[in-house]
């Protein structure tokens, strides 16, 4: 790293064109100093006198070459030359062609670093005044390079740290997500359970309603037939009754009107069972619906709901039909007493 001493940049001024490229001028001991910290073998002498040291001039040059622009000193021995084999005597130019090549890297450099005058005469005949405004340009782009290169690595290992960062949120995200997915399908299959399980219960209180209620209509024919047969006894035992025949009529109409009621009644239960029946088939739709739907809870309330509801017309139809149960017996026990009365 070089001394923040001897740093140099270019000017704040808006950048000039290349022909007016600026860079700061520095002193023999400054350009000795900056070429030990690069390494680069260069003495007082080769600085103040280079025509006289053409070959460090030539060797500080190569060095300088790698660092700035990456041609190695392999590559500047050997140039591959393409048209080499087209000359008629190709071994006379093996000496001329790495001094071109050398050359033009020279050249290249040079107008990297804001030098562009830079020719065969500089190679052939340097100039002391002239090497050390070459040498000071390139020490102030090699400064400017190291710079950008660190700022660059600092950059890259950033966006190396981000990159591992954003990686392993991607990888939590996936995950997260995942889990999410996972907590959706056991929350769905649970209440599709549920639901399953009150269908079930739906259906079963259904077939219990029904099956009652055709207990209910079956006890109300018998009763109906007791009656038509006590009704069919009293015609037959008309002319044999002494004793209040108007009062065993208007007895017989009452338990007439009582079964007509209890069949209104039974009529009227089975049209629940067949609600009933019908929202056991609604939940049924429902259940299969859930799997489809974010919506599955609300439809689950709402199916809770009927099953309340359900639940609460069953335990009214139990009690109608204990009821009628009472209005059988009771019916039952007028025929009984009819029929004893018509005996008498």
């Known amino acids: 790293?070089?001394?923040?001493?001897l740093s140099a940049s270019q000017s704040k001024a808006p950048a000039p064109a290349p022909e007016t490229f600026s860079f700061p001028m520095l002193k023999g001991g400054e350009i000795l100093q900056c070429m030990s910290e690069?390494?680069?073998p260069l003495t007082e002498a080769d600085l103040m006198e280079p025509e006289k040291n053409k070959a460090n001039i030539r060797r500080a040059m190569v060095y300088l070459i790698e660092l700035c622009t990456g041609v190695t000193r392999d590559s500047l021995s050997t140039p591959a030359f393409a048209g080499l084999n087209a000359l008629s005597f190709p071994e006379l130019h093996e000496d001329s062609i790495p001094e071109l090549a050398f050359v033009r890297a020279c050249a290249k450099m040079m107008a990297i670093c804001g030098i562009p005058d830079f020719g065969l005469r500089d190679v052939t005949n340097p100039n002391s005044k002239r090497l050390r405004r070459q040498l000071s340009g390139v020490i102030n782009f090699a400064k400017f390079r190291e710079e950008r290169l660190q700022m660059y690595g600092e950059l890259n290992l950033n966006?190396?740290?981000?990159?591992?960062k954003m990686n392993q949120i991607q990888e939590d995200n996936a995950q997260l997500n995942e889990q999410l997915e996972q907590l959706k399908k056991q929350e769905i299959e649970g209440k599709i359970g549920a639901l399953n399980k009150q269908q079930a219960a739906i259906r079963h209180e259904s077939g219990e309603l029904k099956k009652r209620a055709n207990d209910l209509k079956d006890r109300n024919a018998t009763i109906?037939?007791?009656?038509?047969?006590?009704?069919?006894?009293?015609k037959k035992l008309n002319g044999q009754v002494v004793s209040s025949p108007d009062r065993v009529r208007r007895e017989m109409s009452n338990a007439t009107e009582r079964l007509e009621a209890e069949r209104k009644e039974s009529l009227?239960?089975?049209r629940d069972a067949q609600k009933v029946k019908a929202a056991a088939a609604n939940a049924s739709r429902s259940a299969k619906d859930v799997a489809k739907a974010v919506q599955a809870a609300e439809e689950a309330e709402a199916e809770a709901a009927k099953l309340q509801s359900t639940n609460e017309e069953i335990k009214s139809a139990n009690a109608t039909i204990?009821?009628?149960r009472e209005k059988e017996n009771e019916a039952a026990n007028a025929v009984a007493g009819h029929e004893r009365t018509i005996s008498k």
């Open 38 to 40: 690069l390494s680069v």
């Open 159 to 164: 966006r190396e740290e981000l990159g591992e």
């Open 268 to 270: 009227q239960i089975e």
């Open 322 to 324: 204990e009821d009628h």
């Open 1 to 5: 790293m070089f001394r923040n001493s």
């Open 224 to 234: 109906s037939l007791a009656i038509q047969e006590g009704a069919a006894e009293e």
